[in-house]
């Protein structure tokens, strides 16, 4: 019998559409995929990537992120906290820790609450004067934006200059690190020069934000350089940006499929914490990223060389059916979920994990409380198109009152 059609081919619109039918068959029939052009291999299953992330010896994310070859230089940008292995990255991460920390990430509450409020009533305002509502643009995007300009201490005078730089930084890892082809060199350079800046600034006269805490920040008497702190806002901006938007927005998605747990969660909003984790195993932000192996392994019976980049598909992983049973494909916010990878594992599990939940639990809070009944159009939607992460370029808003 003929086998039937790889559907896996991660540059294609039909996959960034809707990977979920190749991830299964990946999964069922070819768990180490060879790929070949770009050149690279796949893991598709949970418990092969949930080994290979905690095990950086062997999987190394100092040569890049992606499948693409040689992104570090291509960027021109000194390695990242993300693309570092131990010890390295242990010791930065603990700097960066003392900076980021939970509880000053909570104080952000009520200022996070306040904006939330403010898109709820400039969607209300665009629905009465007949206006198409987008829910990612107009409502989940621009709440992780303002958050990261507030957090890395961009004052309101500059955060106008803010968006260009985050509507650039999120089309970098999709397009290949091609800043020139996608336009976004001068935007990227910017940015750059703005936070090396500010990082001088912050040094000479430190403030109330997470670049002076950085600034300031130390273990055994060692600080962060400016290059490291400069790095970890590329990170945050680049990583931590769109992620959070369409989190936010694949949970109104979600529940808009399922409006019977939607009712739940209008009745109770408790249910808005365990129900986030629900929508990032269901359609995470990120799915996939990669790493290249530092030794010969063998997964499954397949031997991958050393030297060889391979993409962690994190998508797939969340909906393996070994791992969640065979409802892995429906959504449930009262599942248990004692192990997931949406935010990774290991020591690279994500740091802005806690701040991503908390933006997304206020959006959503007070969403439901102003509109318990808020939908979106799928038919008019479109998806951004990215191997890597899953996302929005439109959303249209039904359902809208008040």
Same mark, same amino acid.
């Given at each position: 019998?003929?086998?039937?059609?790889?559907?896996?081919?991660?540059?294609?619109?039909?996959?960034?559409?809707?990977?979920?039918?190749?991830?299964?068959?990946?999964?069922?029939?070819?768990?180490?995929?060879?790929?070949?052009?770009?050149?690279?291999?796949?893991?598709?299953?949970?418990?092969?990537?949930?080994?290979?992330?905690?095990?950086?010896?062997?999987?190394?994310?100092?040569?890049?992120?992606?499948?693409?070859?040689?992104?570090?230089?291509? +960027?021109?940008? @000194?390695? $990242?906290?993300?693309?570092? &292995?131990?010890? %390295?990255?242990? =010791?930065?991460?603990? !700097?960066?820790?003392?900076?980021?920390?939970?509880?000053?990430?909570?104080?952000?509450?009520?200022?996070?609450?306040?904006?939330?409020?403010?898109?709820?009533?400039?969607?209300?305002?665009?629905?009465?004067?007949?206006?198409?509502?987008?829910?990612?643009?107009?409502?989940?995007?621009?709440?992780?934006?303002?958050?990261?300009?507030?957090?890395?201490?961009?004052?309101?005078?500059?955060?106008?200059?803010?968006?260009?730089?985050?509507?650039?930084?999120?089309?970098?890892?999709?397009?290949?690190?091609?800043?020139?082809?996608?336009?976004?060199?001068?935007?990227?350079?910017?940015?750059?020069?703005?936070?090396?800046?500010?990082?001088?600034?912050?040094?000479?006269?430190?403030?109330?934000? +997470?670049?002076? @805490?950085? $600034?300031?920040?130390?273990? &055994?008497?060692? %600080?962060?350089? =400016?290059?490291?702190? !400069?790095?970890?806002?590329?990170?945050?901006?680049?990583?931590?940006?769109?992620?959070?938007?369409?989190?936010?927005?694949?949970?109104?998605?979600?529940?808009?499929?399922?409006?019977?747990?939607?009712?739940?969660?209008?009745?109770?909003?408790?249910?808005?914490?365990?129900?986030?984790?629900?929508?990032?195993?269901?359609?995470?932000?990120?799915?996939?990223?990669?790493?290249?192996?530092?030794?010969?392994?063998?997964?499954?019976?397949?031997?991958?060389?050393?030297?060889?980049?391979?993409?962690?598909?994190?998508?797939?992983?969340?909906?393996?059916?070994?791992?969640?049973?065979?409802?892995?494909?429906?959504?449930?916010?009262?599942?248990?979920?004692?192990?997931?990878?949406?935010?990774?594992?290991?020591?690279?599990?994500?740091?802005?994990?806690?701040?991503?939940?908390?933006?997304?639990?206020?959006?959503?809070?007070?969403?439901?409380?102003?509109?318990?009944?808020?939908?979106?159009?799928?038919?008019?939607?479109?998806?951004?198109?990215?191997?890597?992460?899953?996302?929005?370029?439109?959303?249209?808003?039904?359902?809208?009152?008040?």
């Amino acid at each position: 019998m003929t086998p039937p059609p790889l559907l896996y081919d991660p540059l294609s619109q039909q996959c960034t559409d809707n990977p979920y039918p190749a991830y299964r068959q990946l999964r069922d029939s070819d768990p180490v995929h060879r790929h070949e052009d770009p050149p690279f291999w796949a893991l598709s299953r949970f418990a092969d990537i949930w080994d290979a992330v905690r095990e950086p010896g062997v999987f190394s994310s100092a040569q890049g992120l992606t499948f693409y070859p040689d992104e570090i230089s291509t +960027l021109g940008l @000194a390695p $990242t906290i993300v693309m570092l &292995d131990p010890p %390295r990255h242990g =010791d930065l991460r603990r !700097l960066i820790a003392r900076g980021f920390t939970p509880g000053r990430v909570a104080a952000l509450e009520p200022m996070i609450r306040s904006f939330v409020r403010e898109r709820i009533a400039a969607m209300q305002e665009k629905s009465a004067s007949g206006g198409e509502v987008d829910l990612h643009l107009d409502f989940a995007s621009p709440i992780p934006t303002f958050v990261l300009a507030h957090l890395l201490g961009v004052p309101e005078s500059d955060r106008a200059r803010f968006d260009p730089w985050v509507a650039a930084l999120t089309q970098v890892q999709n397009s290949g690190f091609a800043l020139e082809a996608i336009g976004a060199t001068n935007a990227v350079a910017e940015m750059f020069g703005y936070f090396n800046d500010l990082i001088l600034a912050r040094r000479a006269e430190p403030a109330d934000d +997470l670049v002076s @805490a950085l $600034t300031v920040a130390e273990v &055994d008497g060692e %600080r962060l350089t =400016d290059w490291d702190i !400069l790095g970890f806002c590329f990170v945050m901006v680049a990583g931590g940006n769109d992620t959070t938007g369409a989190l936010i927005s694949h949970g109104v998605m979600l529940l808009d499929t399922y409006p019977d747990q939607r009712a739940q969660i209008v009745a109770d909003p408790a249910l808005i914490p365990n129900a986030l984790l629900e929508f990032l195993r269901i359609e995470g932000s990120v799915q996939g990223l990669a790493r290249t192996t530092l030794a010969p392994v063998t997964i499954n019976g397949i031997d991958i060389p050393a030297g060889e980049k391979v993409m962690m598909l994190y998508g797939s992983a969340n909906r393996d059916e070994r791992e969640f049973g065979a409802d892995a494909d429906q959504l449930d916010i009262a599942r248990e979920i004692p192990r997931h990878l949406a935010f990774s594992s290991g020591p690279h599990f994500c740091v802005g994990s806690h701040l991503a939940r908390l933006q997304a639990r206020v959006a959503l809070e007070e969403l439901y409380a102003s509109q318990p009944s808020i939908g979106v159009d799928l038919s008019r939607a479109q998806r951004l198109q990215s191997p890597f992460t899953r996302g929005w370029t439109r959303l249209p808003a039904v359902g809208i009152v008040g």
